[in-house]
């Protein structure tokens, strides 16, 4: 099984700022990540999936995959409260890639 | 498209009941997974499911742990007896399979409470 690793924070931006959240992971082969938001008493929601190499862009949020040194992270433009939440990073295993190893999460804390 | 659906929300027992889940996929997801989340961390894997078949269960604690998937579609997950250390959210994931996506979709849970 592979391991993601993440800061826990939590990590505190002012509103309009960008939030960078980092994630590595030991295993080379790994192909594609997955960002979840999830918010203090809900379930994990998928926000950003990136497979290749480079970044990957969608409305505020962009990830970004370096495998040459197997870190991972996404960036939040003009942070805004409603993005405080716990930030997991999930990489696939298994055969057929079909289990997700989960990080610990970083809490991001969005301020006024 | 209806997302998982999970029953109940929440479960408060006392240690050595036993109490089940109930997780609904979203329509067509042949995989089904069930996830155990303890505060502070992230899911980790209990179950997987493809189709009504076991395709791993490693993680499965299996002297308390149960689950089946009857008919492909729905699942359930049974502690007996529950203790202390089982009081976390259990989350139940779906995803399609024969596609390159592996992108798991997650339900709202079920939070436990063993006291």
């Known amino acids: 099984q592979k391991e993601v690793e993440q800061n826990s924070g939590p990590l505190s931006v002012p509103e309009g700022a960008i939030a960078s959240l980092n994630c590595t992971y030991s295993?080379?082969?790994?192909?594609?990540f997955f960002w979840y938001r999830q918010y203090s008493g809900k379930s994990p929601e998928l926000i950003m999936s990136?497979?290749?190499?480079g970044d990957k862009e969608d409305g505020r949020f962009t990830a970004q995959l370096n495998k040459a040194s197997q870190y991972v992270s996404l960036l939040i433009r003009d942070s805004q409260p409603s993005d405080s939440a716990t930030y997991l990073c999930?990489?696939?295993?298994?055969?057929?890639?079909?289990?997700?190893?989960f990080g610990t999460g970083t809490r991001l804390q969005v301020t006024l | 498209e209806a997302g998982v659906a999970q029953s109940p929300r929440y479960k408060i027992i006392e240690k050595r009941q036993s109490v089940a889940f109930w997780c609904n996929p979203i329509?067509?997801?042949?995989?089904l997974y069930w996830y155990q989340q303890i505060l502070g961390q992230g899911p980790k894997l209990l179950i997987q499911?493809?189709?009504?078949?076991?395709?791993?269960d490693s993680q499965l604690p299996k002297d308390r742990f149960s689950a089946e998937r009857l008919k492909g579609v729905d699942s359930t997950l049974k502690i007996q007896p529950a203790k202390l250390e089982d009081s976390a959210v259990y989350l139940c994931?779906?995803?399609?399979?024969?596609?390159?996506?592996?992108?798991?979709?997650f339900g709202p849970g079920t939070r436990l409470t063993v006291t």
């Open positions: 999930a990489a696939p295993w298994g055969g057929t890639a079909s289990k997700l190893t």
């Open positions: 329509s067509g997801h042949a995989t």
């Open positions: 295993d080379r082969g790994s192909q594609s």
């Open positions: 499911f493809q189709n009504n078949g076991v395709v791993d």
């Open positions: 990136i497979y290749s190499n």
């Open positions: 994931a779906s995803r399609t399979s024969g596609t390159v996506s592996y992108e798991q979709y």
